[in-house]
């Protein structure tokens, strides 16, 4: 199986991009995680307020800090409800809201794994491929001058050296 150098380059290449690829999506995945982890501890901590209410909650507001504040037995939740439109809901509501959002979530990040693997698949068999193509070529092949780059230097000629008198005037 004769593999040109143009092919050879071809199949490094796509591995590369296909390596690029897997990271991108390596840290998306990352990211959704960690929303999703957002998530699940604002449903936690919304069904753990009592029916009643509570007394005293400590609120967190980042960075360490946290405030005391009463939540009242109605008191709802505050949810982005779409297109960065706030809404006040039930702490029930506003739990499931955040539930269908985390199901959703979890089915991107499944996709995006699937992505993943299919990706990371290509890229072995690609890779080995390119290995059994390069293992199959002479040591004069490997060695042979690179194809010229995108933007060639131009070529240097000698300036031939003329004696003097014999140069071309406007005259001539």
Known sequence: MAVDRTE????????????????????????????????????????AIPEDGAEGAMIPLGSGLQIIADIPADAGAVIDIGSRIQAERTRDEAADILSKRGEELVAVIDRLRQEFDELDKATVETA?????????????????????????????????????????????
């Open 8 to 47: 050879l380059q071809r199949m490094a290449q796509l591995v590369e991009f296909n390596r690029e690829r897997m990271q991108t999506i390596e840290q998306q995945i990352r990211q959704l995680e960690t929303i999703r982890m957002e998530q699940i501890q604002a449903i936690e901590a919304l069904r």
């Open 128 to 172: 080995q491929k390119f290995n059994e193509s390069v293992e199959g070529l002479g040591p004069e092949e490997l060695t042979a001058p690179e194809p010229a780059s995108e933007t060639p230097e131009p070529k240097k000629t000698p300036r031939r050296k003329r004696k003097r008198g014999t140069e071309f005037t406007l005259d001539d």
